[in-house]
């Protein structure tokens, strides 16, 4: 059974990301993009592997303009990580499960 990733919207993402007592990865994403479904099936597979060490959250950038506009997201799917609820940087690796397991955990241990 895959995990289940928890949609975060532009009014919750602070409150959520600020009070998250392990590192927080969010994907931006937009509905009917294969790659931002392959991405999401693959964060599953990651929040499996690290289990409670790591919150992931999904956003919707149709339905939650303001936050990637912030981050100045231009590219759908984007990984952007967070620690002790401030951004560090964008992750890569996308679609490699594995790959983005390696950098958390690099990132994990700044």
């Known amino acids: 059974m ?7 919207s532009d009014r919750q993402f602070d409150r959520v990301v600020e009070t998250s007592t392990v590192p927080v990865l969010v994907e931006f ?10 991405l999401t099936a693959q964060l599953e ?11 992931i959250l999904t956003m919707n950038v149709e339905e939650n303009p303001q ?7 231009t590219s759908l799917p984007a990984l952007a990580f967070y620690r002790s609820g401030q951004f560090t940087r964008f992750i890569g690796g996308l ?16």
């Open 95 to 110: 679609g490699e499960w594995g790959e983005i397991v390696k950098q958390i955990r690099l990132e994990s241990r700044r």
């Open 67 to 73: 936050i990637p506009a912030e981050l100045e997201i």
């Open 45 to 55: 597979r990651v929040q499996e592997e690290l289990g409670l060490s790591l919150l």
């Open 29 to 38: 994403w937009k509905p009917g993009y294969g790659h931002c479904r392959a």
């Open 2 to 8: 895959r995990a289940t990733l928890q949609a975060v």
